[in-house]
């Protein structure tokens, strides 16, 4: 099955305790994304990658950093977390051809205190 | 840089009914992309309908279709025999249009429509 799997769902932390969101893929894309998504704001881009080892910021990339060592795995790193980077985050992938539609992970529901 | 605009927080209406949520969007991009996406309590991003800027003929999924309006800028989403599956929150984005392995796909996101379809 053709997926987008996020790790974890959910998370409660606290301020200035490093934490890392997966995102993973098996579908062989070469872009993907990661999205804040916020009440009233809809969803913004945090950074985005076109392959490996090709990464670029997205709209609102400060406090994150992300990696892309392997096609299939984007991890987002949150090294000092602070309570204004709670929110839903998505993953988001797809082929770089025409504009494929993207595929979303579930989502990861971060909280921090 | 891009704009999409959702002037209606929250709507509501009767199962069976038709129901439109607008959409309006804003670039000087001449080649792009307009896509709806519905997002339900579960949190899932599932897309519903996507639009090609350059297609003059507006897309049609099953039960929902678009008004596209390229001059004015309008992207309007119609549900029709709407059903209690369909309650969700719905985001308009759009995306520019880039070559293969050139450019960033963002989509850029309008802030939402929560829909409840009342039984």
């Known amino acids: 099955e053709a997926q987008v799997t996020q790790n974890p769902r959910y998370l409660i932390t606290v301020t200035g305790k490093k934490l890392t969101v997966t995102c993973s893929q098996n579908m062989n894309h070469e872009y993907m994304s990661w999205y804040r998504q916020d009440p009233g704001l809809g969803l913004r881009q945090i950074y985005y990658?076109?392959?490996?080892?090709?990464?670029d910021k997205g709209d609102v990339p400060e406090g994150y950093k992300v990696s892309r060592k392997e096609k299939r795995n984007f991890p987002l790193i949150l090294e000092s977390p602070s309570p204004n980077q709670t929110s839903l985050y998505f993953c988001?992938?797809?082929?770089?051809?025409?504009?494929?539609?993207?595929?979303f992970g579930d989502g990861t529901r971060l909280s921090i205190l | 840089a891009q704009t999409v605009t959702q002037s209606q927080p929250e709507m509501s209406v009767q199962e069976a009914e038709t129901v439109t949520l607008s959409c309006t969007y804003d670039?000087?991009?001449?080649?792009?992309?307009l896509f709806w996406y519905k997002q339900p309590p579960s949190r899932q991003m599932i897309l519903v309908i996507r639009?090609?800027?350059?297609?003059?003929q507006n897309a049609t999924e099953n039960r929902f279709s678009v008004n596209f309006q390229k001059a004015a800028k309008s992207f309007s989403l119609k549900i029709s025999d709407s059903q209690l599956g369909d309650t969700a929150m719905y985001f308009c984005a759009f995306m520019k249009h880039t070559e293969a392995n050139f450019g960033n796909e963002k989509l850029t996101f309008g802030t939402g429509t929560r829909l409840t379809i009342i039984p």
């Open positions: 670039t000087s991009e001449n080649n792009y992309y």
């Open positions: 990658s076109m392959n490996v080892e090709v990464t």
């Open positions: 988001a992938s797809s082929l770089i051809q025409g504009q494929q539609p993207q595929h």
């Open positions: 639009q090609e800027a350059y297609k003059q």
